[in-house]
């Protein structure tokens, strides 16, 4: 029976608010560990900074997908505990477990020998663009220097992927039976450890050898590591057990591990697919333009994420909501939770528009003005770096409101089970408006430099953002039954799942 106390669309926002704070302040902690990384990293000099980014985005390509497929642990989980199948919330947990661990294992090893490859090849890419489209090339001595370091920082980043993919996994178990504290006080903990190793590393504090981009590198993976350790301890815990049957990695059969394939595979194209095209973006489009471009670009885009990881924060809830509520057999109130994310994530993400409008010279003049004018960072002057990264922040700006609600839609149809469509829209637009838009306007009209490609990408967001939302209101994700209850009126409650399905197994 329809609860009538949710007639209207903005009330359950107390219970979206309840998830997601959590989950968007986890989200808000790790990407202002990045952005204090990047601060530190900047001191170093533009090339490290510029090498940062194109360097870990290239390297979380693979690792995305595997991420992207991982988030529908959320989904089997909040479905199943709404469904009262506990037992199932750890099964689905191990299960994966061991996709991130054998995926991780036997992909790092091969990526970490190929990054000296992968990096040059992306480096000669940028050449032919520059040909074809008749922009000067910029100090070869500074473009091979950054593609070492790119080079490095990819290798190091691939070999922490067992790492950050277990720990996802278990994330996503948190998120899944509504308990996202546990993540942030985690990654709290895990991201002080990382601020703490960078600053030794990066800087040679301690008596210990000051490594540069390599110690911030380091710091990262180790951090990552810590993280999962705490969640695995959390997991395992008595507690957790009784309710779950986190204590038994043998429940976790190849029919778990199938499920999350199979209904997770079109969220990991599209996450990986949404990461690579991004990465062709940076490294190339805006790579183009000269090392000034790209560490601007690396400033802006540390701003940028404190923007939308919140608002992913509210996605993951937003998935795990629409999950548990579809499990109760109520998906009146899986779109009313939707719509009430959806509000949370553009008030957020509209007030950082407004930031981004109002203090986009501060904003940037951070990333320089602390960087001492000697070394690498002599090579690229300040004011070049914020006359870019100002541009690129009020198109930011201007998209802000289509990416809450692509992000948050995106999270409601995963919650749902409805992985392909935003899988195909993903990868048609992205191609299509992005790249080959902006490689058409870097090409018609290259005195806009780096702001071309960025014009096109904000045509993408607000496109696809669009297309999300109508997706999720059009109700065909309704008709997706991953439960297996059958056909029934929407908003009837399932048929109670066996005994055994109830109570976890405490053997």
Known sequence: MTDLRDDKPLWGLGEVLRISLPASLSMLNSTLMQFVDGLMVSRVGAPSLAAQFVGGIMAFVPTSFALGMLTVVNTYVSQNLGAGRRRRCGQYTWAGMAVAAVYALLLAPVLAGLAGPIMGLIGRAVGVVREATGVAAGSTDTAARVIDLQAMYFRWMVLGMPLFLIGRALEQFFFGIHRPSIVLL???????????????????????????????????????????????????????????????????????????????????????????????????????????????????????????????????????????????????????????????????????????????????????????????????????IVSVGVRILVCAAVFQLFDALGIVFVGALRGAGDTHWPMLMTIALSWSVTVGGGLAVVYLVPGLESLGPWLAASAYVIVLGLLLAWRFESGAWRRIDLLGHGPGTPGQTPTAAPADDNEPSTR
Not at 217 to 237: E, K, P
Request: proline share 4%; aromatic share 8%; with cysteine.
């Open 186 to 384: 985690s990654s709290l903990a895990a991201n002080l450890v990382n601020a703490g190793l960078n600053y030794v590393l990066i800087f040679g504090k301690l008596g210990l050898p000051a490594l540069g981009l390599e110690g911030a590198a380091i710091g990262t993976i180790s951090s990552s590591g810590l993280l999962m350790l705490i969640l695995l301890a959390v997991f395992l815990r008595r507690r957790m057990h009784e309710q779950f049957a986190t204590r038994r990695p043998r429940d976790a059969t190849f029919a778990e591990c199938r499920d999350i394939a199979r209904i997770g595979w079109p969220a990991g194209i599209q996450f990986s697919n949404d990461v690579l095209s991004w990465g062709v973006f940076t490294s190339v489009l805006v790579g183009m333009f000269g090392t000034a471009h790209l560490a601007a670009n690396t400033a802006a885009m540390r701003y940028v994420s404190i923007s939308f990881m919140p608002a992913v924060g509210v996605g993951i809830a937003t998935t795990a909501l629409v999950g548990r509520y579809i499990g109760e057999g109520r998906p009146h109130l899986a779109r009313r939770r939707a719509h009430a994310a959806v509000l949370a994530a553009m008030t957020y993400m509209g007030l950082c528009a407004l930031a981004f409008v109002v203090l986009r010279y501060e904003m940037m003049e951070l990333f320089v003005t602390s960087a001492p004018q000697t070394g690498e960072a002599a090579a690229i002057p300040p004011q070049r």
